[in-house]
């Protein structure tokens, strides 16, 4: 079996995971690992609109892309799941030894200083420090840990100036 092959079953026994843990496993580049993956999940697509089908005549309620999204995400296990975050996220057990010890620095500096933040500041602020330890834990160049600081704090942003979502 070829490295194609080997990635390619990989992605029917694991339909959920991520590019970058399959391309570091099969040592692949992400482009072609990414090109796999789509013609997996559209050979997935279309052996699974024949149940779509038969569910919908049975009266189930599911779109087909739900239907599809519902069959994928049941065959991604734990320990799967495990293994793909410690490729971009590190060691759960490191990140949240630096995680929790940032969070406990930045209540007690508040607490000293009698700071007092509404919820959804609190939480931004929360998982801002998360993304940090996941970036200086794991892989600094996951770009989804960037993007979510930056969502996070456009949050806040956005509710102070009236515009709340």
Known sequence: MNKSEKIREHFRKFPGSSVAMVAAKFQASKP?????????????EK?????????????????????????INETVGA???????????GKFKDGAALMQGM????????????KTFADDQWEAL???L???????????DKVDSWVDIAG?????????????R
């Open 47 to 71: 052996e699974v609109s024949v149940q779509y089908e038969q569910a919908r005549k049975l009266g189930f309620g599911f779109t087909p892309k739900e239907f599809v999204e519902v069959e």
């Open 103 to 114: 969070k406990r620095l930045v209540a007690d500096h508040a607490a000293i200083h009698d």
């Open 79 to 89: 320990d799967e799941t495990i293994n793909e975050r410690a490729v971009d996220y």
């Open 126 to 128: 929360e998982m801002i």
């Open 32 to 44: 072609m690992t990414y090109k796999l993956r789509t013609r997996v999940r559209n050979e997935l």
């Open 152 to 164: 996070y704090a456009t949050l806040v942003a956005d509710r102070l100036q009236g515009n709340a």
């Open 130 to 140: 998360h993304k940090i330890g996941r970036i200086v834990n794991g892989n600094p």
